[in-house]
C-alpha cells in the first residue's frame, strides 16, 4: 500500500500531473469528442448530485476534522483525500460551515497559483536522470516491456517515459488510471477552488520542492519495488481506490490506519525512514508553522486543509499541538 500512502498525504500526485499531462486533457477531449452540450450536460449532472447530498445530509462525507483554539484565533484541522470524483461534493455541514467561517485557507500546496516553469526545472531535478540513463538501464527487460505496454497506445510515447526514475514513473501510471476513472478532483482542489472563487487568503504550509525531495534519498530498489507493486494491483486499483474514498466518507480513522499502514514481521528500515519523511517530519514542520497562527492571537479563522495521514499517524499534527499545550477537538 506504499504507493497509495501519497493520497493521503501529498498533494504533489496531483501536481505532478497538472504539470505532466496538460496536454492529455485536451488529447482525451478530441478523442471523446466533448462538445459544449455535453459538457453542460454533465455540469448539470453534477449540479443534481450536489443539491441531492444537500437533501440527505447522512450521504455527505463526514472527512476529519478537528478545531483548535488559542483567544480570538480559530484553527479547523481538515484532514483530506487528494482525489475524488465529483460527485464527492460538497462535504458535510459541518465542515463546509468551518470553511465558510474561515478568513485564511491554508493548504499543503497552493495548487491554483504554481510556476509552471519552476515546477518542470525541480521535477526534472528530482525524476529524471542526470547522468545519461534511461529507466532501460535501470531495471530488468521483463519490467521495462511491462510498462512499454502500459504505455503503449497512450499520449506518453516510451521516448519521453524513459527519462524518469522508477518513482515518478509509478506517479504517470498511477495518474492515467486516475484520470480513466474520472476521479480529477481531490477535496485540496476543491477548497482551494471554493477560496479563488470568494477571495479569501491562501498561505501555503509547503512548497512543490518540499514535497518532491521526499523522492531524492529513496534508494532505487524501493523505488522498483513501489513500480512493480503498481503494476501488479492495476485489476484492483478501483476497488482499492473507491474502498478509500468509502473511509474518507465515513471519517473512520482507525479503518484508515489498517488500510494504509501494514504492520509487517519485521520492520523494513526503508519502510520506516521513507514513512519518517513522508509523514513524520512534515507533521512537526506544518504543527510548527499552525501554532504560530494561534500564538499571534489575531481575531482569524484559518482553514488547514492536509492529507488526512497527517491528522491521523502518530505523531500527527493533532498530537503534535497536544504536546504543546494546545486542546485539540474533533468536530466532524
Not at 78 to 103: K, M, N, W
Amino acid at each position: 500500500m506504499k504507493r497509495f500512502i501519497y493520497v493521503f498525504s501529498l498533494v504533489l500526485f496531483l501536481i505532478i500531473a497538472g504539470c505532466t499531462d496538460s496536454d492529455q486533457e485536451t488529447q482525451q477531449q478530441d478523442q471523446d469528442n466533448t462538445d459544449t452540450e455535453e459538457m453542460e450536460e454533465a455540469d448539470s449532472n453534477t449540479d443534481h448530485a450536489e443539491d441531492k447530498a444537500e437533501e440527505v445530509e447522512g450521504e455527505r462525507p463526514e472527512g476529519f476534522l478537528w478545531k483548535v483554539e488559542q483567544g480570538p484565533t480559530t484553527v479547523y484541522l481538515l484532514g483530506t483525500i487528494h482525489i475524488a470524483p465529483r460527485d464527492f461534493f460538497p462535504l458535510s455541514e459541518t465542515v463546509e460551515q468551518a470553511y465558510e467561517e474561515s478568513d485564511v485557507v491554508v493548504p499543503e500546496i497552493d495548487m491554483n497559483n504554481i510556476d509552471m516553469f519552476e515546477m518542470e526545472q525541480i521535477t526534472n531535478q528530482y525524476a529524471s536522470y542526470q547522468d545519461g540513463t534511461t529507466l532501460e538501464d535501470h531495471i530488468s527487460p521483463e519490467l521495462y516491456e511491462q510498462i512499454e505496454d502500459i504505455f503503449e497506445g497512450t499520449i506518453f510515447p516510451m521516448e519521453s517515459v524513459k527519462q524518469y526514475k522508477p518513482w515518478f514513473v509509478t506517479n504517470q501510471i498511477e495518474q492515467m488510471k486516475i484520470l480513466e476513472l474520472g476521479y480529477t478532483d481531490g477535496v485540496d482542489q476543491y477548497f482551494l477552488n471554493k477560496a479563488e472563487s470568494d477571495e479569501k487568503e491562501v498561505a501555503a504550509l509547503e512548497t512543490v520542492e518540499d514535497q518532491l525531495s521526499i523522492f531524492a534519498d529513496l534508494s532505487e530498489d524501493y523505488q522498483i519495488e513501489m513500480l512493480e507493486e503498481t503494476i501488479e494491483s492495476q485489476d484492483n486499483y478501483e476497488e482499492e481506490l473507491n474502498g478509500m474514498l468509502e473511509v474518507y466518507r465515513q471519517g473512520d480513522e482507525e479503518a484508515l490506519l489498517d488500510m494504509l499502514i501494514v504492520e509487517e514481521e519485521e520492520s523494513d528500515p526503508e519502510d520506516e525512514a521513507y514513512l519518517t519523511a513522508l509523514n513524520d517530519e512534515r507533521n512537526y514542520h506544518m504543527a510548527e508553522q499552525i501554532q504560530e497562527f494561534l500564538e499571534a492571537e489575531e481575531d482569524q479563522t484559518y482553514f488547514v486543509i492536509v492529507g488526512s495521514l497527517h491528522l491521523t499517524l502518530e505523531p500527527h499534527i493533532g498530537s503534535i499541538l497536544e504536546e504543546e499545550g494546545y486542546e485539540v477537538m474533533r468536530v466532524n
